[in-house]
């Protein structure tokens, strides 16, 4: 009996409108200040003009004014926000520890500092979710510039 050959896999992209495909570049210091302060106003990272996010604090599909698409890959493209989102969170707590020490010393409340920083960590890192997806994509921006074809009004 003959045998059939078996499908080879398909090597095609999961996501053949991959944008994230650009040149590599070290960014010079004026640009980063330039990305970091937009980055700061929540503005996209490329021009500056469009906001990222929506009222909910979601990230919007593209830029209202040069028309970025803000995620640049596949569906998991903002996971390296956790990366930064964990470090914002972190330095926040260590800074608010610190000035807690500080302040109370040398009365400093441990049992309180026990019970409430967990709770207080939480709440920090669910409330910069938002946050360190847009210091996401300006990093990104940063180390690998958008391309003319990442600079249109539709997918299409």
């Known amino acids: 009996m003959p045998t059939t050959p078996r499908a080879k896999p398909s ?16 960014p010079t210091a004026g640009r980063a200040l330039a990305v970091a302060g937009r980055v700061l106003r929540l503005r996209c990272p490329h021009c500056g003009r469009g906001p ?4 909910r604090a979601t990230v919007r599909d593209r830029c209202e004014g040069c028309g970025l698409r803000f995620q640049r ?11 930064f989102g964990l470090l914002l969170g972190e330095t926040i707590f260590a800074l608010t520890l610190l000035a807690t020490i500080v ?7 441990w049992d309180a500092i026990t019970y ?23 990093v990104d921006l940063l180390v690998r510039p958008a391309a003319p074809a990442e600079l249109g009004a539709s997918d299409g």
């Open 11 to 26: 090597r095609e992209p999961r996501h053949p409108r991959r944008t994230t495909e650009s040149q590599l570049a070290l």
């Open 52 to 55: 990222v996010l929506t009222r």
């Open 73 to 83: 890959s596949d569906d998991n493209y903002f996971s390296g926000a956790m990366f």
């Open 103 to 109: 302040v109370s010393w040398p009365d400093v409340p």
């Open 116 to 138: 409430v920083a967990p709770i207080g960590m939480v709440v920090v890192m669910l409330l910069l979710i938002p946050f360190s997806k847009v210091v996401w994509l300006g």
